[in-house]
């Protein structure tokens, strides 16, 4: 049978952002207590008073959360180059027995300059494509036969270059789009690689998206 503790421990850390504005001092921990009462009474299938669970939360260990967010942060501030792209736009296609065939030749057209930006994506039952604007036309012609489920235009995307370290540490993806949560900061997509990782946001979005990448870096 759960304890009060346990069942109060996997509330608050399967919220976002709770467990660690809990560890700043940012939640009045009675008020939270209360929001999560019902919760805790119902997983428990029986009344608990407000007081056991600010106990409980107040007895929350923050050795664990504080050592992985202290290896991240020493990871973050050895987040290699920032690349930052501009006048994209982003293709969402069906998955259909003669996309790939297509997709080659989009590849192939990309490879005559080196001022292309093209990435390719592709899911179980979708395909995406972020590519500089001046590819756009290509892209409607090459695959006009396709089923195009999204389109969007006016977009960036800004590359970070991440460092090895990064397979053996949990969270580095966390930490870095934690940021750009907080900062209401929609995604349009995310692409990674093993030691790349791309975001693409409105162009609206990409200073502030680019301020809250080397602030990462510089803090």
Not at 3 to 21: L, S, Y
Request: aromatic share 6%.
């Amino acid at each position: 049978m759960k304890t009060i503790q346990e069942v109060v421990e996997t509330t608050i850390r399967k919220t976002p952002f709770i467990e660690e504005a809990l560890h700043e001092k940012l939640i009045n921990v009675s008020s939270l207590a209360r929001i999560i009462l019902p919760e805790v009474s119902s997983v428990l299938k029986k009344n608990v008073k407000v007081g056991a669970v600010m106990m409980a939360i107040n007895r929350l260990s923050p050795a664990s959360e504080l050592r992985i967010r202290k290896n991240i942060k020493k990871l973050s501030l050895d987040l290699g180059d920032v690349i930052v792209r501009s006048d994209l736009c982003d293709f969402t296609f069906k998955n259909t027995p003669s996309l790939l065939k297509e997709i080659a030749k989009i590849l192939t057209k990309s490879s005559e300059n080196t001022d292309y930006f093209l990435t390719v994506s592709q899911g179980i039952f979708e395909t995406n494509i972020v590519t500089s604007k001046n590819l756009q036309p290509f892209v409607r012609q090459i695959f006009e036969q396709e089923i195009l489920t999204n389109s969007m235009l006016e977009l960036a995307s800004i590359t970070i270059k991440l460092p090895k370290e990064n397979l053996e540490q949990s969270g580095v993806y966390y930490f870095i789009l934690k940021q750009l949560a907080w900062a209401d900061i929609p995604l349009q997509e995310i692409i990674s690689t093993t030691n790349e990782m791309t975001i693409v946001v409105k162009e609206e979005d990409i200073n502030q998206t680019f301020s809250i990448l080397m602030d990462m870096k510089l803090s």
